[in-house]
Structure formats: structure tokens, C-alpha cells
């Protein structure tokens, strides 16, 4: 089962029927959006479950918000025309009977906070990936205000009431908001809130009731206004609900501005998950926590008292030691010596060629996966996929289907990718994958650990990327091949041995020499 928003709304697909209505909605739509909806649209009549997952093309975002509702807009079954043969609900139903159901973690953190009102009633829960929990819960717990979301509402509340004044308060809001948080991208903000930034909210929570009121005395004379309606009253209400948690001093909680410059978003997060947990999960049912790597200090993240749980340590199946070579590229620039591109560049390009392709390179930037892609795509023989080029699924299945194609992608690949056999030899990182230090959350973490903040908090959270990205290489017990850091800091710094110690038993070299002969040995063997 998925969120809401991951499928398609067939009230919505119904008033795109609507000319008059659509056209308005889709004025400012760009031609490839307005044809992606067009598509969308045929693909309701013939798809069995709306679940955007399925597709094998990716409509851009702006499209696919027109044939489809978050869970903030929608008036819920009881009260939409379409209701009965909700895709959504379907699959919410469908959950409901089965004895095992699948969701993300996002769904699940999202349940905790509704009190159990998405998922329902159950007695064991499995948490894979066990190590994102927290931040998962985190984020789920949080709100997040920005103009984008204030100019969101606008559009809706402007499908039904038609004033210039409203409208136009909408838009001074969303300025000033933009105003106020551009110039502190990535800083925090002192709670509670005061000055400028609370008299905007309270402004903007005038406005956005003013607009409800509005709604309210609406006559719709036909079940496709009466939607738009309810629609736009849900966005408002959960907006001012939001204001109000904002404008309250919320002890516990790190505000900070996330975002760019254009779009800015002030964001509201715990910085303690686990009482959270510990009510709605820990106390009231059995729980299972898994993951390729679990950090020690995870029990106490999440609120896990010492004497609730019990640690098993599940052996590989695989033969890390004989099947996969961890290569160190400690003749590479430190990060910290500023540009290394080209140097980085010609070391992947060194390692694709001894691996005949067969390579997914994991990059911990967009723009370093760029730069990389730009560079070598004209060079090297092989095919270099890119992420964001298609779905995920459709990325994968087209590199597991050709042995000489390569990969490239960022964190998000870091696991969930599972793919067996010849089409993978060789994992490529291009550096430790740190938390970004001006991260405005994990600062405040690092002030509760204080001193030992580095150990206690980053070490953790490389060694854990690391092994998630060195598990996509091994899938099976005949898979060989070489996890390549592009990073000298692993044997140069002295937490490299810490990080090491949590990964896979794998060889060790240094030598890019061993690391070709590695790979030769591992091809021979398909």
C-alpha cells in the first residue's frame, strides 16, 4: 500500500473532462505537461490499479499533480462521487483484510502520527532498513510552510472563488515568506518564533482563514465544484493548523529554512523521536528491526529502552572474503583539496574499462554525478544510464538487460537496487558519503552529543551509507566484484578503520593494479 498521492484520483480525472474548467487549470502548464496529462488521462481507462509506480514512462510532476490528490486535499471517501471505486481506498481496503501488508516507511511514520487510522490494526511490524527510521519519523512528525504550499492553496482557493483581493493577499503572503527565508537557506531559526517571521505567519494565517470563510458561504451547483471546494477548504484547514503548531513554542523541536533561494521552505522537525515511538509502536506491539547495517547507538535514537529488545546477528550467505575486493583510491586528491574532477574522471574511467562496464557509480551529489556523466558519456564505449532519465524501475531493468552498461546515480541508489548476475562487477562511490555539515537538523543532534558528536553521529552514518552501497554489489553467492572509494580519507583518516570494521569482510587493497586484476578474475568467472 502507498500514500495517497501515488495514485491516481478519479475525481479529478473526471472534471479534466470539464473543458472550460481544464483549461483554466491547465493555462499555465507547459506543452510537454498539458500532453503528459493527456496521456495520463487515456491510462486511467485502462489501468487496474492508478498506481503511478506501474508506469513506464515518468510524467513530469506538474502533470501528474492534475489526475491526482495528497492526502491534505482529499475529502475522503465518504464525501467524493468517486469514492466507491477509489484507487486509493481500494487499496486501503485491500489492506485492511490481508493478513501481511507492505508499505514505505513514510506511510508507516505517517500512521503513527494518525493514530493508527491508515494502515489499522495489526500485532507485528518489520522495519527494514531499521537505520532510517529515525529520520523518517522525523520528517513525518514535522510540517513544512513555504511559498511554494502558500501558492498551492492559492491556485485551489482561485478555482472556486474567483477575487482579485484574495488572490493577491495570497501572493503578498507567499513574497514576503520567499523574502524572509531566501537570505538564510540552511540556518536555523530560534523558537518560538518571533519578529518579522511571526507576524508574516500570523498574517498569512488571517488570510487563509479569511479564504476558508469565503469557501464556506460558496454555493456549488454540480458535484465537480463541490469537489474543487472541498478540496480547497481541506488545503486551508491543514494549513492553519500547521500555522497554529508553528506560532506555538514547540519545546523539542529545530526550526530551520531548507531549500534554495526560489524555493524556500521553513521547516519545523523533532529532534527526539522516540517517545513517539515508544507510545504508538514500542509499547503496543511486537517489532522487528532489520537492516544490513544497524549502528549501535540506534536503540537509543529511537527511544528503545535497553531491557525491550534483543540483538541477533544473522550471518551473510555470501562469501564476501573470496568474492568482492574493497579498493581504496588513496592516490586520489582529499576532498578537501577543493577540484578533483579530473582525477576522479579518469580513475572511473580506468575502472569501467577493466570491468567491460558492468559498473553502477554512486555519486553523493547531482552535481558531481554530472560533471561525471558530461565528461565520460562521449569517452568510454559503454552506455552510461543516468538517474532521473527514467523510473527506477524502467533505470534498472534497462542495466541488468546489457552487461556492457553502466549506471550512475546518487544516494537514493544506495540500496534498494538488487541487481544479480554478470550485468554488476563494480561499485564505484566517489567519496565518504558524510551528512552535509550545515545540515540545520543534524546540528542540533550534534549539540546534544556535544564532543562526541562526530563519533556518535557522522561515523554512523557513513559506515552505514558505505554498506548499503557495498551490499548492491554481492546478490547472490556466485556474484564477484570490486566496491571501489574514490576517497583517500578511508585510509588516511583515523575513523577509516571504524568505517572499514562495518562493512562487508571484504579484501582490502590499495592498489588500482589489484583492483583490475580483481576484476579480470571476476569476469572470467560469469
Not at 488521462?41 to 492534475?66: K, N
Request: glycine share 6%; charged share 25%.
Amino acid at each position: 500500500m502507498k500514500g495517497r498521492s501515488n495514485y491516481l484520483c478519479k475525481q479529478r480525472i473526471a472534471e479534466l473532462a470539464d473543458r472550460s474548467q481544464s483549461r483554466l487549470e491547465l493555462d499555465d502548464f507547459s506543452t510537454k505537461s498539458k500532453a503528459d496529462v493527456k496521456k495520463l488521462v487515456e491510462w486511467s481507462s485502462i489501468t487496474d490499479t492508478g498506481d503511478e509506480g506501474e508506469l513506464d514512462w515518468q510524467p513530469l510532476r506538474q502533470a501528474w499533480s492534475m489526475v491526482s490528490v495528497t492526502s491534505e486535499e482529499c475529502p475522503g471517501a465518504s464525501r467524493c462521487p468517486q469514492g466507491d471505486s477509489c484507487f486509493a481506498e481500494r487499496a486501503r481496503a485491500r489492506a485492511q483484510t490481508s493478513d501481511i501488508v507492505v508499505v514505505n516507511g513514510w506511510l508507516y511514520a505517517l500512521d503513527i502520527n494518525a493514530e493508527g487510522t491508515i494502515i489499522g490494526e495489526h500485532d507485528v511490524v518489520i522495519f527494514d532498513e531499521a537505520h532510517e527510521l529515525e529520520d523518517v519519523v522525523s520528517e513525518s512528525s514535522g510540517l513544512a510552510i513555504s511559498p511554494t504550499r502558500i501558492t498551492s492553496v492559492a491556485s485551489s482557493v482561485r478555482a472556486i472563488i474567483r477575487e482579485d483581493v484574495i488572490s493577491g493577499n495570497f501572493a503578498k503572503s507567499a513574497s514576503r515568506l520567499r523574502d524572509q527565508l531566501a537570505p538564510i537557506i540552511n540556518q536555523r531559526i530560534e523558537l518560538p518564533l518571533n519578529g518579522e517571521s511571526r507576524e508574516i505567519l500570523n498574517e498569512l494565517r488571517g488570510r487563509v482563514n479569511e479564504a476558508l470563510e469565503s469557501l464556506r458561504t460558496i454555493a456549488t451547483s454540480d458535484d465537480s465544484a463541490k469537489q474543487r471546494k472541498l478540496r480547497a477548504q481541506s488545503l486551508c484547514t491543514r494549513l492553519i493548523g500547521d500555522l497554529d503548531l508553528a506560532l506555538q513554542d514547540r519545546a523539542g523541536y529545530v526550526a530551520y529554512v531548507s531549500g534554495t533561494p526560489e524555493r524556500c521552505s521553513l521547516e519545523m522537525r523533532p529532534l527526539d523521536v522516540g517517545p513517539a515511538l515508544y507510545e504508538s509502536v514500542w509499547s503496543q506491539r511486537t517489532a522487528i528491526l532489520t537492516s544490513a547495517t544497524i549502528p549501535t547507538n540506534l536503540p537509543a535514537r529511537i527511544g528503545l529502552p535497553p531491557e525491550k529488545f534483543d540483538v541477533h546477528n544473522v550471518a551473510s550467505p555470501f562469501d564476501y572474503e573470496q568474492n568482492a575486493l574493497l579498493y581504496c583510491a588513496a592516490h586520489l586528491p582529499d576532498p578537501a583539496q577543493g577540484n578533483r574532477d579530473k582525477a576522479v574522471h579518469a580513475e572511473i574511467e580506468q575502472l569501467i574499462i577493466a570491468a567491460g562496464g558492468r559498473t553502477l557509480a554512486l555519486f553523493t551529489s547531482y552535481a558531481r554525478l554530472n560533471a561525471a556523466y558530461s565528461d565520460l558519456s562521449d569517452r568510454l564505449e559503454f552506455e552510461i544510464l543516468k538517474q532521473d532519465d527514467l523510473p527506477k524501475m524502467e533505470l534498472l531493468r534497462k542495466f541488468s538487460e546489457s552487461e556492457s552498461t553502466c549506471l550512475f546515480a546518487t544516494q537514493s541508489f544506495f540500496q534498494g537496487v538488487d541487481v544479480p548476475g554478470s550485468t554488476l562487477s563494480l561499485v564505484i562511490i566517489d567519496r565518504l558519503p558524510f551528512p552535509v555539515p550545515t545540515d540545520p537538523l543534524m546540528s542540533a543532534r550534534r549539540e546534544v552529543h556535544g564532543k562526541s558528536a562526530f563519533t556518535a553521529i557522522d561515523i554512523p552514518i557513513v559506515a552505514t551509507k558505505l554498506a548499503q552501497a557495498s551490499g548492491r554489489l554481492i546478490r547472490t553467492q556466485t556474484d564477484m566484484g570490486v566496491v571501489a572509494v574514490l576517497d583517500p580519507r578511508l585510509v588516511t583518516k583515523g575513523y577509516g578503520k571504524t568505517i572499514i570494521a562495518m562493512l562487508p569482510p571484504m579484501e582490502f587493497t590499495k592498489s588500482n593494479a589489484r583492483a583490475q586484476e580483481f576484476l579480470s578474475y571476476a569476469i572470467s568467472n560469469l
